[in-house]
């Protein structure tokens, strides 16, 4: 991408990486191995990300709703998050960038929790972008949360119903100081929001593309991008 291109960036980018069990059933392969090949376009896009300033990109990576499935699959996705952990986070300390993750984490299998928290502690001087990775995540959980901590506010007299506003809703999300995302991409050709971000979205850009998340890489991310800065954002407005 040329410097020209590098206008009207969106600053925040979301992905519903989706379709890891479709690419290995289509080729004869158990869905953990299509999880395990998934890991090389998370490297890709957030490689991709930092390269060209995006200061912040958040990626689903696991739903509220994700606890259904079997307990081999969940475990495998378990142990793959601690192996990418493991493994990514010196070039995220090399190139600035800082991991959070957002969701019910207290669900996280113990292991998981501890190298995620040591994932975060070690990225934490990171200045360039902003990588949360939501696990355990769901939007109307996320709602649900703030709605009580709001609740609890009100009945310690710390805050007047009248006084509720957006912002104060905004604030106790678990996204609490994070821009809205600009684009949010979902692979593997699904219509649908699957619980993620559902406040946050509301004047989000939304791009699917057939891809299924294992061959989803670089060059398709830019196209993303691209299409992107084609777009008009109105927010409501009329044109001039
Ligand atoms: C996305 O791929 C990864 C997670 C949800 C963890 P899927 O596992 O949902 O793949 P499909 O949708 O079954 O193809
Ligand atoms: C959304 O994908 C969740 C993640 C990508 C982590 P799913 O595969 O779980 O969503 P549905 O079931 O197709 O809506
Ligand atoms: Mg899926």
């Known amino acids: 991408m040329n410097q020209s291109n590098r206008e009207n ?12 069990g ?14 395990e090949e998934g890991a090389r376009a998370v490297r890709e896009v957030v490689r991709a990300t930092r390269e060209l300033g995006i200061p912040w990109l958040t990626l ?10 079997s307990e081999h699959e969940v475990k495998a996705l378990m142990r793959l998050l601690v ?33 995620l928290r040591e994932a975060v502690r070690k990225t934490d001087a990171g200045k ?9 995540y769901g939007g109307r959980q996320e709602i649900a949360d703030a709605v009580a901590a709001i609740a609890r506010d009100v009945a310690l007299g710390a805050l007047q119903p009248e006084n509720i506003t957006e912002e104060s809703l905004a604030g106790r999300l678990y996204t609490a100081g ?6 949010l991409v979902r692979t593997s050709g699904e219509f649908r929001i699957s619980n993620f971000l559902l406040w946050q979205i509301a ?6 593309t057939p891809t299924l998340w294992p061959d989803f890489g670089r060059d398709e991310y830019l196209k993303a991008i691209a299409d992107y800065q084609k777009r008009e954002r109105r927010f409501g407005g009329a044109r001039e």
């Open 60 to 69: 689903y990576a696991f739903s509220e709703e994700n606890w259904k499935r």
């Open 22 to 35: 479709r690419w290995a059933k289509n080729r004869g392969l158990r869905r953990v191995q299509g999880h």
């Open 128 to 136: 360039e972008m902003v990588l949360t990775l939501a696990l355990s």
């Open 203 to 208: 004047y989000t850009e939304i791009y699917v």
């Open 83 to 115: 192996r990418f952990l493991e493994k990514e986070t010196d070039e995220m300390m090399e190139n600035g960038i800082r991991l959070q993750a957002i969701g019910r984490l207290e669900k996280l299998p113990r292991k998981t929790r501890n190298a």
């Open 9 to 20: 960036l969106p600053r925040h980018v979301a992905v519903i990486m989706d379709g890891n």
């Open 178 to 183: 994070m821009p809205d995302p600009d684009l």
